[in-house]
Nanobody, 118 residues
Framework: VQLQASGGGLVQPGGSLRLSCVAS????????MGWYRQAPGKQRELVAV??????NYADSVKGRFTISRDNAKDTVYLQMNNLEPEDTAVYYC??????????????WGQGTQVTVSS
């Protein structure tokens, strides 16, 4: 099982980006999917998570970021609006995946860099 993230880049403050992360490989189903980020010198932190129809966000991104998923495409998205310099970080996708009906594991994608700067 692999998670492939994409969509990062350089954007000016106030701008928008959309991150995507697709799960590939052989598995039974996907449970929770989410996004984390790690800024230089800081610990990795949860940005947003989606489980079924339920979502949760870090306080710092509420009202600006939206997480969604397309179950048919095994893909999770993170729409980031009104970006701030403090959002600069490497963003990682994460998923709890049932490889079989009785075996669940947690997976990380490779990071994608988001830089917010004028």
């Amino acid at each position: 099982v692999q998670l492939q993230a994409s969509g990062g880049g350089l954007v000016q403050p106030g701008g928008s980006l959309r991150l995507s992360c697709v799960a590939s490989g052989s598995f039974f189903s996907i449970n929770a999917m989410g996004w984390y980020r790690q800024a230089p010198g800081k610990q990795r932190e949860l940005v947003a998570v989606i489980t079924g129809g339920s979502t949760n966000y870090a306080d710092s991104v509420k009202g600006r970021f939206t997480i969604s998923r397309d179950n048919a495409k095994d893909t999770v998205y993170l729409q980031m609006n009104n970006l701030e310099p403090e959002d600069t970080a490497v963003y990682y996708c994460n998923a709890d995946i049932w490889k079989t009906w009785y075996t669940k594991s947690n997976y990380w994608g490779q990071g994608t860099q988001v830089t917010v700067s004028s």
